[in-house]
């Protein structure tokens, strides 16, 4: 499945989103619109366990928001495509499977606020990373300034948010942003088989984890608890939990169906 802006198709129980705007693959509004959408629509596919997210082309993951648009609007106008990215990268944070980023060379602006919203990141040796909107004269307005402290802290994220330079694939990972540094011919290969791994994970048990961790981070300790108490419910009650404790009761492989 095509769309103008964006690749998608499944293999397996992976599905793979391409952003193909190349060679900078930069995030306009009908890219969020096509990211909402499929987004929504996997979330309704059984059959996919696990997304990966890359850019086309060996330059860049997205290398931010679409200037030529931008400047062609009005604050009404941009106040619009804010709430669109909102609406595409919230539907990425939300949805009930693991979302890894391939980030496969430049991730600026609304790129780094897209891997961001992912669960995983792995990138390529020649990715850089920056939130440089202060170097605009504006602000993050992806869930930079939110997302950013969150996943590698207060001081880390100042230091970014407030100078606007742009850090390399290693001082990434020395940070935290990103899990894995690969080779850009191994970026691909390495994201399909995290997503593999966690395809055969049971499926109730990996979106109640989810939300856990995301939904618990902005509720004070007792109300997190008291959603993990309430999703470990639900992950007992599923299929998936008899047969993972039937086939560790009996010393053997679990095969499950994602119920």
């Given at each position: ?102 980030v496969n060379g430049l991730a600026l602006g609304g790129g ?14 020649n990715a850089k990373f920056a939130l440089p909107e202060i170097n605009l004269g ?122």
């Amino acid at each position: 499945m095509n769309t103008e802006t964006l690749q998608y198709f499944v293999e397996g129980q992976v599905a793979m989103v391409y952003l193909n705007r190349p060679p900078f693959n930069p995030l306009n509004k009908q890219l969020f619109s096509d990211l909402h959408a499929i987004m929504e629509q996997i979330a309704q596919d059984n059959r996919i366990r696990c997304v990966i997210i890359s850019g086309r082309g060996d330059r860049a993951f997205a290398a931010g928001a679409d200037i030529h648009e931008m400047n062609g609007l009005d604050q009404a106008g941009m106040a619009e495509m804010g709430r669109m990215s909102r609406k595409a990268f919230d539907s990425i944070e939300r949805l009930p499977k693991p979302v890894i980023a391939a980030v496969n060379g430049l991730a600026l602006g609304g790129g780094c606020e897209l891997a961001l919203a992912c669960d995983l990141r792995i990138c390529s040796e020649n990715a850089k990373f920056a939130l440089p909107e202060i170097n605009l004269g504006i602000i993050p307005g992806g869930g930079g300034t939110q997302r950013l402290p969150r996943l590698i802290g207060e001081a880390r994220a100042k230091e970014l948010l407030y100078f606007g330079e742009t850090i390399g694939a290693e001082q990434a990972y020395d940070y935290g942003l990103v899990h894995k540094v690969v080779p850009f011919e191994e970026l691909v290969p390495g994201a399909k088989k995290w997503a593999l791994k966690l395809a055969e994970k049971p499926a109730v048990a990996m979106s109640m984890l989810k939300i856990c961790v995301n939904a618990g981070a902005n509720r004070d300790l007792d109300s997190a608890l008291d959603l993990e108490f309430a999703c470990f419910g639900n992950a007992f009650a599923s299929e998936d939990r008899k047969e993972g404790m039937a086939a560790f009761a009996e010393k053997r492989k679990p095969h499950f169906m994602g119920r």
